[in-house]
């Protein structure tokens, strides 16, 4: 099992409506959780970090992690053609840096 | 600007040819790792390194070497570079290592014929 699993997609969906993107991950004692976005062929940057149960909103971007059911979830809302990259999950588990996703492809059509 | 450099930005080269990435921040973290991307496995980790002259094997360490002699730099070393090492390499620095703070690298592409 991997450490933290995405579906690789792509999801696609209509501009303006709410995209929702899935994580989960295996080690109980993960701590901190990160939602990166990637550009092709550019590097990650972090859109969204969260780090206790429940909801955490930050413009049409809104984390939502479950640690009972070891998910961690993002919903994009509004939906815009610039939202189409690939989206990673982190996973901080206290012992070294980040472990990450193989990431979801969200293509927003026009 | 606070930023991450890599250099250089595109390779090709033929296996078993010695080559260095370097990568280099100006924002003083202690915490700098390298990753590779390869598509449909994510980002891997390679190595770490905590602070001069502490590093540490990621998931991937096999193939590479690394150094950390000074605070800013933390070049990665392919000692005899093989196809399998054919990737998108990224360097990451962060004042911590959960990841809030983590700056990434514009990237390296390495191709090895």
């Known amino acids: 099992q991997k450490e933290v699993e995405q579906n690789s997609g792509p999801l696609s969906v209509p501009e303006g409506a709410i995209a929702s993107l899935n994580c989960t991950y295996s080690d109980r004692v993960s701590q901190s959780f990160f939602w990166y976005r990637q550009y092709s062929g550019k590097s990650p940057e972090l859109i969204m970090s969260?780090?206790?149960?429940g909801d955490k909103e930050d413009g049409r971007f809104t984390a939502q992690l479950n640690k009972a059911s070891q998910y961690v979830s993002l919903l994009i809302r509004d939906s815009q053609p610039s939202d189409s990259a690939t989206y990673l999950c982190a996973v901080y588990t206290g012992r070294r840096a980040l472990t990450f996703g193989s990431g979801t492809r969200l293509q927003v059509q026009p | 600007e606070a930023q991450v450099t890599q250099n250089p930005r595109y390779l090709i080269t033929v296996t078993g040819k010695k080559l260095t990435v370097t990568c280099s921040q100006n924002m003083n973290h202690e915490y700098m790792s390298w990753y590779r991307q390869d598509p449909g496995l994510g980002l891997r980790q390679i190595y770490y390194s905590m602070n001069v002259e502490v590093t540490d094997k990621g998931d991937v360490p096999e193939g590479y070497k690394v150094s950390r002699k000074e605070k800013r730099n933390f070049p990665l070393i392919l000692e005899s570079p093989s196809p399998n090492q054919t990737s998108l390499y990224f360097c990451a620095s962060s004042s911590h290592p959960r990841g809030d703070e983590q700056f990434f690298g514009p990237g390296t592409r390495l191709t090895v014929l």
């Open positions: 969260i780090y206790s149960n």
